[in-house]
């Protein structure tokens, strides 16, 4: 394990182009507000950058229903403008990452057009068409199946109407889209994340599956996600673009337990790593219906994080995240609702950036950003929000509560703008911000962090300055501590007679922890200014060293 690849020994920013920086005023960020904060993100210590996606689109899922897998949205800039993001990138020792949506292109891209114009043309079998839909439900909510007149038939959408889904079973299909992977790395981009890739097999047979809810349908995501044969594909996807390439790839796999890691991930799968959902989905049921939230012990979490580790400790890597754009933000989503949102900021990224594995930072994890609450439906931009909302109220649920689940589910928590200082609009734009700016901007910004010692940003620059020069935490296996306890999240990272332990309290309370655990260890950094060794305050966190002979 000492041979560590570049992509092992650095951490990953994940940014959300449209609310990054704004350098026009039209309210939406793009390609040349990234290039001007690089020394930003060099000075928070990463060394990748992954973009959700930047390419022409109607913008019906805000990106993710492309027109067009070659080109740039002009809302972001042009291909000049991404030209020198690569360039100005790489002086910084910054890699560029892209993100690929093969599962599903939009209604408006040119392989559609044509596929839905008749039943004869040369891509009428690009997509999925049937003449007889079945009694699944989109992610999104609705019937996963929209009937197209000109060719009288209904094509499949996993994801919103807009979004009709790719035909793999076709080859010239599999060959675009490869392609189109081809003309990015011959760009320069460092690696791919790839969307939703657990949907692109379909089952042999389409046939209604049983209801999960009161509006007769069933969850796509139970009928398609990791259908038998997909891996055949994703092989092929390897060979013809990954395999010859200094990169790394990271595919979201929503539907892969983590006793199937090794068939995705290392020598023998497909993915240098795979972000696989257990440890964020606790509050879902089936992974999928965004409401009905069930409430989850902190055992459950350890355990979900344990098996992931467990399962990429000999074959593979683990990409740590807490947060990303289709996630709430992690301060409300894992710890008690009056929690500080700092302390809570701290221990999150504590345990983000101490775990074996790469670590994935969300644009304004760092700054300790937090969810929106918003009065009305009508002020969620996310298409997911608003037809889970429906799904609610369908439900039998009051307009109230079905808000209240889209307050702690909803994805516009974490695509609100990024808040650089505490101007007006945060600094992010001169003109209307898209979606509006957190209330606590004036406060949690990074121009105000930056000047203060103690802040939540500093923090991550420091502890992941720390992890960088750490052999223990770059090479080091993980070692559950504490397993059966409800109040304490504790692990070791572990290089042959050297440990790095980790401790932190989930609770508003006081809690102690048998102390021989940590053997002769130090204490070395934690979210308070003062420890005492055998007690935890109230959401503390506590890193330990020990180093024997």
């Known amino acids: 394990m000492k041979n560590l690849k570049w992509w092992q020994k650095t951490a990953v920013y994940q940014i959300y182009p449209k609310s990054f920086m704004d350098t026009t005023g039209k309210g939406t960020g793009d390609l040349r ?38 080109a740039i949205d002009s809302s972001y800039g042009t291909m000049a403008d991404f030209d020198e993001l690569i360039d100005e990138a790489k002086a910084r020792n910054i890699k560029i990452v892209m993100d690929l949506v093969y599962n599903h292109t ?54 919103a109407t807009q979004q009709p889904d790719l035909n793999w079973e076709n080859p010239e299909v599999r060959r675009a889209l490869f392609d189109a992977a081809n003309f990015w790395l011959k760009k320069g981009v460092g690696g791919f994340r790839v969307d939703a890739i657990t949907y692109i097999k379909k089952p042999a047979e389409f046939k209604d599956g049983e209801s999960d809810g009161k509006d007769g349908l069933v969850s796509v995501h139970i009928m398609t996600a990791a259908t038998k044969g997909i891996l055949d594909f994703l092989h092929e996807f390897k060979r013809e673009v990954f395999d010859r390439h200094d990169i790394f790839t990271v595919a979201e796999a929503n539907g892969v337990a983590a006793e199937d890691l090794p068939k995705w991930v290392g020598s023998d799968g497909v993915f240098d790593m795979l972000f696989e959902f257990s440890h964020v989905n606790l509050s879902l049921k089936d992974g999928e219906i965004w409401c009905r939230p069930t409430k989850w012990k902190l055992t459950e979490l350890k355990q979900a994080i344990a098996n992931s580790q467990t399962a990429t400790k000999n074959n593979g890597w683990y990409p740590i995240f807490f947060e990303n754009h289709d996630k709430p933000r992690s301060v409300n989503h894992f710890l008690p609702k009056a929690s500080d949102p700092i302390k809570a900021a701290k221990i999150l990224g504590t345990i983000l950036l101490t775990m074996r594995g790469t670590p994935f930072i969300y644009e304004g994890q760092e700054l300790g950003m937090t969810n929106v609450a918003w009065d009305s439906i009508e002020k969620y931009n996310d298409i997911s929000s608003r037809g889970q909302y429906e799904i609610a109220l369908n439900e039998g649920f009051s307009k109230e509560k079905a808000l209240e689940f889209v307050h702690f589910f909803s994805r516009d928590n974490a695509r609100t703008p990024m808040q650089w200082n505490s101007s007006e609009n945060a600094g992010f734009t001169a003109g209307k911000p898209w979606l509006p700016i957190h209330d606590d901007y004036k406060i949690c910004n990074a121009a105000t962090e930056d000047a203060d010692k103690n802040s939540v940003l500093n923090y991550f620059r420091k502890l992941n300055a720390f992890r960088a020069n750490s052999e223990i935490l770059l090479f080091g296996d993980y070692e559950e501590l504490l397993r059966d306890d409800e109040n304490i999240f504790a692990f070791a990272r572990a290089v042959e007679n050297k440990k790095i332990y980790v401790l932190a309290n989930f609770t508003l309370n006081e809690v102690t922890f048998p102390t021989e655990i940590l053997g002769q260890s130090k204490f070395i950094l934690g979210n308070y200014t003062a420890h005492n060794k055998g007690v935890l305050k109230p959401l503390e966190v506590v890193l330990y060293k020990e180093a024997t002979s």
């Open 106 to 159: 939009s209604d408006k891209h040119a392989w559609f057009l044509e596929s839905k114009s008749s039943r004869d043309n040369p891509k009428a079998d690009w997509y999925i068409w049937r003449d007889e839909k079945t009694n699944w439900r989109s992610i999104f909510g609705g019937s996963a199946w929209e009937f197209c007149p000109e060719r009288g038939q209904y094509y499949l959408h996993t994801f």
């Open 33 to 70: 507000g990234i290039t001007s904060k690089l020394d930003y993100l060099q000075k928070l210590g990463v060394g990748a950058i992954w973009l959700t996606p930047i390419y022409p689109s109607p913008m019906i899922d805000n990106g993710y229903d492309i027109s067009d897998y070659t």
